[in-house]
Each structure stands twice: as C-alpha cells, then as structure tokens.
C-alpha cells in the first residue's frame, strides 16, 4: 500500500491587497496561489472560463456604505463567472454541467450553489451570459421597461452609449419606436452606437461641444434619460429634459474613483416635474426569467447586437478593470481565465 500523498490542487486567484485612494491602482489587487479545499456534502468545484468586470466592482473596493458589502481585504474580489462543474457532491448539479454564478476573480470555485445558475440554452454564446443575455442585460430590459416606460415617437438619450448595458437599453427602445442618442466618449465608439446598435445619434463627449452637439441631435428635447455617468453629462441632459420626463439612474461611473459627479440643473427637475429613479437590478429578481428570455430570444434571432472586450488570462484582470473605469473598453469587459 502506498503512503505517497496527492498534491493539492491549486487555485489562482486575485484578492483585495489594499483600498484605493482616488483612482484604483495594480498594486491594490494581488495574484495568489491557494490550495482548493476538498468538497464537503452539497457543494462542488467550478471550473471558471470567463469572469465578468463591470464599474460597479470599484465601489465594492471602499469600506463605506453601499448597496453591496464592501469586499474585505484579502479576500476574492467579487464578480460574476461563468464555468463548467468539474467535480461534484451537490445533488443538483452534474460534472459537465455549464453554469454562470457570482464565483469571483478566480480560476476554481468551491460553492454550494447559492447564486448559481445552470445554463439555460446551448444557442446563446458562452460570453453572452455575462453581458447582453446576464445581469447587465437585465439591468438595460428594466431600467427601460419598468422605470422610464418608452412610448414611440418619443427620445430616449443612454449616456456611456457603448457599453454593455447603454448598447442594449438604445436596441431596445429602438424596437419600440424611440428615437434613440448615445453619449459616448471617441468617434470609433460613436460609430460603433449609429452603426452596430442602430440609435440614431450619438454625442462624442470627448470632442468638447457636449452641449452644442447634444442640442442639435435632439430637435425635440429628452423624453428619457439611461442614466450611466453622472457628473456634467448627466447635467446636460437635465438641460434637454421635456416635461413629465423619466430619468433611471443606473450607474454614476464618472464618480467610482472619487471623482466630482455634482450636477447644476436640479432646477430642471421641479420645472419640468420629473420622474427620477435609482435602481439595482439584484432589487428586481422576478423580473429576470421574462427579460432573460426576451434577450436570449433576441440574440439568437439576431435582433440584438452586442460587442466584447475580453482580457487573456486572469492576471490581465486588474489592467483591464482599470481599462474599463477609464472608458478604454468596447461593449462588455470579460476576461479569459482558461
């Protein structure tokens, strides 16, 4: 009988090393190398292919009230996965089994299944679940749906046009007859939103006549405001709101690294009686099965267009979360991990 012991095996991940003052840095992330734990009963091993980086991970990385627990240092940054189950003790899934779950920056994943997700359909793109068919999707289909209730013939503008929730909430309101004006930062993210996406305008924000250009592509005021920015963007718009306007907060990236996101037209709220709301979207959970559906249906048709940024390796991550605070992104930032 042999007394020789089997290595364990290791995982790599990459913790919070430190909180960020002002804008986030590599050296607040650390890679490491840590023994996976053996299975206990009702969990199993996830194999994760591809990791999610969306804005929101950065206010996760401050110890100051949030809608979401700060991340403590030392621990796996948080965020979404999607994988495949490599061993099993969990009754409800199966090794070979795809998933999608909030499994975090990390190649291996030991979990009893509490967010997980096994994946619905084989004609959807395995990425696509972590962008147009998984939360920021769903995040785009209720901000529109629910919050700002398009009507056709009436403007919607989508600040951060580009990105992987504005680039759907413009599809989406063009499918129910709105005109639609992206704000994004570059010409080749411009073209991208008239091209790809369909809206009918876009703003360049970073070529200096904000107002001037935003003006002229809507003759006929702001019925809708996608919130994604905050700051002098979302400022200007209050500027082009039209009465009994809705605004849907969505994000306020403009202020993730501690940036100024004041804004000067709040008298534009009381003048034009406007209907501004927040939202979190893991608020809205039985909303998910319908918009789901509704977008994996669309992405499988066609109707739905949708670009990808995705990071070679998990030590990429860090460089390309810091990437995606700064606009370097297309569409959704993933990573590949395997």
Request: proline fraction near 5%; include cysteine.
């Amino acid at each position: 009988m042999s007394d020789k012991i089997t290595p364990a095996r290791l995982n790599r991940r990459i913790v919070l090393a430190r909180r960020p003052e002002g804008d986030a840095s590599p050296e607040d992330l650390r890679l490491e190398e840590v023994p996976v734990p053996p299975l206990a009963d009702g969990q199993f091993l996830v194999r994760n292919l591809y990791l999610s980086l969306d804005p929101y991970m950065r206010g996760r990385m401050d110890d100051s009230r949030s809608y979401a627990k700060p991340v403590a240092l030392n621990e796996v940054m948080g965020g979404g996965t999607v994988g495949e189950v490599v061993e099993s003790r969990h009754a409800g899934f199966a090794v070979g089994e795809r998933v999608q779950g909030p499994l975090g920056w990390q190649q291996l994943s030991v979990t009893d299944g509490t967010g997980v997700q096994k994946l619905a359909s084989s004609k959807v793109p395995l990425t696509a679940w972590l962008g147009v068919v998984g939360m920021p999707g769903v995040t785009a289909w209720y901000g529109l749906n629910r919050i700002l209730e398009p009507k056709p013939g009436q403007t919607v503008c989508v600040s951060a046009a580009s990105g992987a929730v504005g680039s759907v909430v413009g599809q989406l309101a063009k499918a129910a007859g709105c005109r639609v004006v992206g704000i994004a930062g570059g010409e080749r993210k411009c073209r991208l939103v008239t091209g790809d996406y369909g809206f009918d305008a876009c703003v360049d924000y970073k070529a200096g006549r904000l107002e001037e250009d935003l003006k002229a592509a809507t003759p006929d005021g702001v019925d809708m405001l996608f919130e994604n920015v905050g700051g002098a963007i979302m400022d200007a718009v209050l500027g082009r709101m039209n009465p009994f306007g809705r605004v849907a907060v969505c994000g306020l990236i403009a202020g993730y690294n501690g940036h100024d996101i004041s804004i000067k037209r709040v008298r534009s709220i009381l003048v034009n009686r406007l209907k501004i709301q927040g939202f979190i979207v893991s608020d809205q959970l039985d909303i998910w099965p319908r918009a789901l559906q509704e977008l994996g249906e669309r992405v499988v048709n066609g109707s739905l267009r949708y670009s990808e940024t995705i990071a070679q390796g998990l030590e990429k991550a860090p460089e390309a979360f810091i990437s995606l605070l700064a606009g370097g992104n297309l569409g959704k930032q993933l990573v590949k991990l395997d």
